[in-house]
């Protein structure tokens, strides 16, 4: 068992919280790269798809 003062446990407590805060912010923008690079391709297919010439 390791003993810490109240001090640090908080310090440490808020470290953590900050650390959570971050990777969740990074979510997000990871998500929102993917979803802008899926709806460009989607974009692009569909140009494709409406130039093509049907026999």
Do not use: C, P, W
Not at 23 to 33: A, E, K, M, T
Not at 37 to 54: D, G, P, R
């Amino acid at each position: 068992m390791i003993l810490i003062s109240k001090k640090k446990f908080k310090a440490l407590e808020k470290r953590i919280a900050d650390l959570e805060g971050q990777v969740q912010g990074q979510q997000v923008i990871s998500v929102d790269l993917v979803t802008n690079t899926i709806s460009y391709q989607l974009q692009e297919l569909h140009k494709e798809q409406s130039k093509a010439v049907v026999y």
